[in-house]
């Protein structure tokens, strides 16, 4: 079978491109054989790319439209990620007509979790969609380096970490007083937080909330390479993320807890987005409700308090990092694949 992928980019510092560079190389494992298009490097040379392939799948949002008027006669396919799935929809105008029009030309809407999928139908309801989650690359996960790569850590304990750019969304502005709030019963702790700063106003709100909350000795704002946040991932005691959606703007998935996972990680997250589709509540780690400070910190000292809790959320959180693999991913796609070209 040969594919043809409608991709922005294969970056691995960008969601998207992750997403598309992971996917592929799973299905290329399994046998696929994949043209890969990068719609904005080769725009004019996409329909002559596409010759010979059985299936088009847009694995982006914005590319949707473009694959929808190339496509032809073949089984056509739209990843939906979050955000870009529905804000567009939302919108009087010409990039909200344009995604309308390539979702009824898809054969099915590929919804990453099912709060996505719940987003999509609200606006669409006659759509066909269908939820396959994003994957891991578990093994990736398995090497630990040494502590000492990290002179911030110190003699710190617990260690909390959060990973994700530096955006309102991630809800920065939430962990912060709730790790506050832990502090008192847990007074030398550290909050890493990894992720992109390119946001200044936020990145600066959080350092000033940091303050404000008398926690600016316990809380460590970092740009971790890759190797390095695998390292910071198992010297972690709990993962910590709280996304909050702000309008249409939600988190669609949430990767970095099945990273946490493939790491023995248990997570605390929230609830009403995707994150819950990667933590199973009271599994794998807690789901909240969206801004609630009380609650969150109620959660970490849940497990930080009790050594078997924590054990056991530890080994459900690497059970299901190690079954949502991206060849789990890929073996679901190709199936759906499959079923679409025997119609």
């Known amino acids: 079978m ?25 299905l290329k494992r399994q046998g696929l ?73 898809a054969d099915a809407v590929v919804c990453v979790s099912h709060f996505t999928e719940n987003e999509i139908k609200k606006r669409k309801p006659k759509i066909k969609t269908i939820v396959i989650n994003n994957g891991v690359d578990f093994q990736k996960f398995q090497t630990k380096g040494s502590i000492s790569d990290f002179e911030f850590i110190n003699d710190h304990s617990p260690i909390i ?3 994700g750019a530096l955006k309102r969304r991630k809800g920065y502005h939430i ?19 990894s992720g992109d700063q390119s946001d200044s106003q936020y990145f600066v709100e959080l350092k000033n909330l940091a303050i404000s909350n008398k926690s600016e000795d316990n809380i460590k704002f970092i740009e971790a390479d890759d190797q390095e946040l695998i390292n910071l991932y198992h010297h972690a005691d709990i993962f910590l993320l709280t996304p909050v959606n702000i309008g249409n703007h939600f988190e669609g998935f949430g990767l970095v807890y099945l990273e946490a996972g493939a790491c023995g990680v248990p997570s605390v997250g929230s609830k009403g987005c995707g994150a819950e589709d990667a933590i199973k509540d009271n599994q794998t780690g807690f789901l909240v409700e969206q801004n609630n400070i009380k609650k969150t910190s109620e ?9 078997n809790l924590r054990q056991k959320l530890s080994q459900e959180a690497r059970a299901l990092a190690q079954s949502m693999s991206w060849k789990t991913t890929s073996q679901n796609l190709i199936r759906l694949y499959q079923e679409a070209l025997l119609k």
Request: hydrophobic fraction near 45%.
């Open 161 to 163: 970490l959060g990973v």
């Open 2 to 26: 040969k594919v043809a992928f409608l991709v922005k980019n294969l970056n691995l510092t960008d969601g998207w491109g992750s997403y598309s560079f992971y996917l592929i190389e799973a």
């Open 299 to 307: 959660s970490i000292l849940k497990i930080l308090q009790d050594k």
């Open 33 to 105: 054989d994949a043209v890969v298009i990068d719609v904005n490097k080769n725009y004019f040379q996409a329909k002559k790319l596409i010759k010979g392939c059985d299936v088009v799948h847009s694995l982006v949002e914005p590319m949707a439209f473009f694959g929808s008027l190339i496509k032809g006669g073949r089984p056509f396919f739209i990843t939906a990620h979050g955000t870009y799935a529905v804000e567009p929809l939302d919108k009087f105008g010409l990039s909200g007509l344009k995604l309308s029009y390539a979702y009824k030309k």
């Open 175 to 193: 962990s912060i007083p709730t790790v506050a709030e832990v502090k008192k019963q847990f007074p030398n702790l550290l909050y890493i937080i």
